[in-house]
């Protein structure tokens, strides 16, 4: 077994720019355009008469995605006010999602209130303050994999919904090979607790006899460097594939040359006009107030 390698978490600023990397490779923010276009409208049922939305961001980012919820939201409701509580623990990605707030102009029927801390902070503040104002949209995208407890984080946020409330939650989706590599090689990784999909959730749900919808969000990620040697755009990406840190670097060229034959195998990537692209579906769950 090899030694426990520095997880690439650990180091926010390479994360954020593997993470950059990821997305500049992918179509996961073109699929999170698409549904925001086209399913939320329809998830979103909200009209029990109020003037003002509430609206929960956990773990957002850089808030490009949250600021294309609330367009969308204010496309729908353009009469309604909205009040955007943002989760976010990373102080240089709270500072680029403010940045981004001040360089859009027509967000006037926004509230923001900035929350500089975890998902848990969050809820240990919320409890002993005593707040009991109800959510009608909460959004954790692609965070999951770093709260200590999801269920208890979902069962939480949950408790927030107002009747009309939705819970969205994305993961990358448990039935994909990338998810299946990072499962397989978890011990030689060191990220054993790391890897979650939408399965661990869904295993959660199910066995308490939570309802939920899911949605398939189907997304590809252009892996070609990958398979360059040396090449420093394919080290990003190799480190966000692995969630190791310097993963070329720090792994033994035993565990390099597997994880590369298991990156190109049919189950995880195909080959396209000289390109190698691999599938990196997320999924999308839904949960309604708790009844
Ligand atoms: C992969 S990024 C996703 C960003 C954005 N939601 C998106 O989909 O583009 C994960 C985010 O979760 C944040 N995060 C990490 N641990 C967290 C926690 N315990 N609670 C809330 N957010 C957390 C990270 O700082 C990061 O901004």
Redesign the pocket.
């Known amino acids: 077994m090899e030694s426990p390698k520095s997880k690439l978490?650990n180091d926010?600023e390479r994360?954020?720019e593997c993470?950059r990397h990821f997305?500049k490779h992918s179509t996961?923010?073109q699929v999170?355009q698409d549904f925001i276009d086209h399913l939320l409208p329809d998830i979103m049922k909200i009209g029990n008469g109020t003037s003002n939305l509430n609206v929960i961001?956990?773990?957002?980012?850089?808030g490009?995605?949250?600021l294309k919820i609330l367009s969308a939201l204010h496309h729908k409701y353009p009469e309604m006010t909205v009040d955007n509580e943002v989760?976010?623990?990373?102080p240089q990605?709270l500072r680029d999602y403010r940045d981004l707030v001040s360089q859009t102009p027509g967000l006037d029927y926004v509230t923001f209130i900035w929350n500089e801390?975890?998902?848990?902070?969050?809820e240990e503040q919320w409890k002993e303050n005593k707040r009991t104002k109800k959510a009608d949209l909460i959004?954790?995208?692609?965070?999951m994999?770093?709260?200590?407890d999801p269920e208890a984080?979902v069962s939480f946020f949950q408790s927030l919904l107002n009747k009309n409330g939705r819970l969205l939650i994305?993961l990358y989706s448990g039935n994909i090979g990338w998810v299946k590599m990072l499962d397989a090689f978890s011990n030689q990784l060191g990220t054993a607790e790391l890897n979650r999909s939408t399965d661990d959730i869904k295993r959660f749900l199910d066995s308490k006899g939570v309802r939920y919808q899911s949605h398939n969000l189907p997304a590809k990620v252009d892996i070609t460097k990958c398979f360059i040697e040396g090449d420093e755009d394919g080290e990003l990406m190799l480190d966000f594939l692995t969630q190791v840190l310097h993963f070329s670097k720090t792994a033994s060229p035993e565990l390099k040359a597997k994880i590369l034959e298991f990156l190109h195998c049919p189950e995880v990537s195909v080959e396209s006009n000289g390109k190698v692209l691999m599938n990196a579906d997320s999924e999308l769950i839904v949960l309604e107030q708790l009844t």
Request: contains cysteine; hydrophobic residues 40%; negative net charge.
């Open positions: 978490p926010s994360y954020l993470f997305l996961q923010n999170m961001g956990v773990g957002s980012g850089c490009d995605i949250d989760i976010e623990p990373n990605q801390m975890t998902a848990e902070e969050f959004h954790m995208f692609q965070m994999y770093f709260v200590k984080t994305t």
